[in-house]
C-alpha cells in the first residue's frame, strides 16, 4: 500500500509504495530520501535530469511475462562514450525489474540469487574481477558472452528506487547476451554486494506499454496512446 510522507529536506509529499523501495527523490528538491525504520533521512542529492528523447516516463505501463507493471523511477548512467537509463518497473505482485534502454534497445531484468549462478565467470566478476567483451560463459545450461562491461556513475535519478542513488554514485556494470536473446547482468560498487540480473531484450511493442512520453517529430504508435 502507498504512503505519503513528507521530505525532510522541503517538505513536499513523497510517495513510498512498497516496502521493498526504501528510497525516493524528491521531485521538488531532487534530494535522496530513505526511509530508516520509522523515520526518513536525506542521503544526499542528485542533479537535475538532462534533456534526452526516450519514449518511456514515469508513469508508462506494460506487460511482461504476463505481469503488469507501471515505471515509478529512474537511474541515468553515464560513461565516457555516453549513456543510458534504467527505469524501475512495479509489476502488480510488489516486485520488481529494471528495463534498461541503451541506443535503442530495451532489456528487461529481474535481480536473482548470484549463488543461483554456477558459471565461474559470474561468480569471479561478482567477487571484483574485470570482465573483457567477448568472454563467454554458460548460465543455466545457456551459452553467453559479454557484450559491455564498464565503469559508469550516476548523472540523475528520479522516482522511487530500491537504494539510495546520488549524483556520482558510481557501479561496475557487466552485460551478458545470448544468442536467443536472453540477457544477464552483474553489478558491482564498492561497500555493497554485487547484484546479479536475469531476463531478456524486447522490444517496446512486446511491452505493450501506454502513456509513453510525446516526443516531437516522432508518431507515437497507436497501442501506446
Do not use: A, K
Given at each position: 500500500m502507498a504512503k505519503s510522507e513528507n521530505c525532510p529536506n522541503c517538505g513536499a509529499?513523497?510517495?513510498?509504495?512498497?516496502s521493498g523501495l526504501p528510497a525516493v527523490i524528491c521531485d521538488y528538491c531532487h534530494s535522496t530520501v530513505k526511509r530508516i525504520g520509522e523515520a526518513l533521512e536525506k542521503i544526499g542529492e542528485v542533479a537535475a535530469l538532462p534533456f534526452d528523447v526516450s519514449p518511456i516516463q514515469r508513469g508508462t505501463t506494460g506487460k511482461y511475462d504476463g505481469r503488469n507493471f507501471e515505471v515509478i523511477g529512474r537511474i541515468r548512467l553515464g560513461y565516457e562514450q555516453g549513456s543510458w537509463n534504467d527505469w524501475l518497473c512495479l509489476f502488480s505482485d510488489m516486485t520488481?525489474?529494471?528495463l534498461s534502454e541503451s541506443d535503442g534497445q530495451f532489456q528487461m531484468v529481474i535481480e536473482q540469487p548470484l549463488e543461483s549462478s554456477h558459471s565461474d565467470l559470474v561468480q569471479r566478476i561478482a567477487a571484483g574481477g574485470d570482465a573483457v567483451p567477448g568472454d563467454r560463459t554458460e548460465i543455466d545450461g545457456q551459452p553467453y558472452f559479454v557484450a559491455d562491461a564498464r565503469w559508469a556513475r550516476c548523472i540523475s535519478a528520479e522516482g522511487e528506487l530500491p537504494f539510495a542513488a546520488t549524483t556520482g554514485w558510481s557501479v561496475y556494470n557487466?552485460?551478458?547476451?545470448?544468442?536467443a536473446g536472453l540477457s544477464a547482468n552483474v553489478e558491482r560498487e564498492?561497500?555493497?554486494?554485487?547484484g546479479f540480473?536475469?531476463?531478456?531484450?524486447?522490444s517496446l511493442a512486446e511491452l505493450e506499454p501506454r502513456y509513453l512520453r510525446e516526443?516531437?517529430?516522432?508518431a507515437r504508435p497507436e497501442y501506446a496512446a
Open positions: 509529499e513523497v510517495v513510498f509504495r512498497s520488481h525489474g529494471w557487466v552485460d551478458f547476451r545470448n544468442p564498492e561497500g555493497e554486494p554485487p540480473y536475469m531476463g531478456r531484450y524486447v516526443i516531437q517529430g516522432w
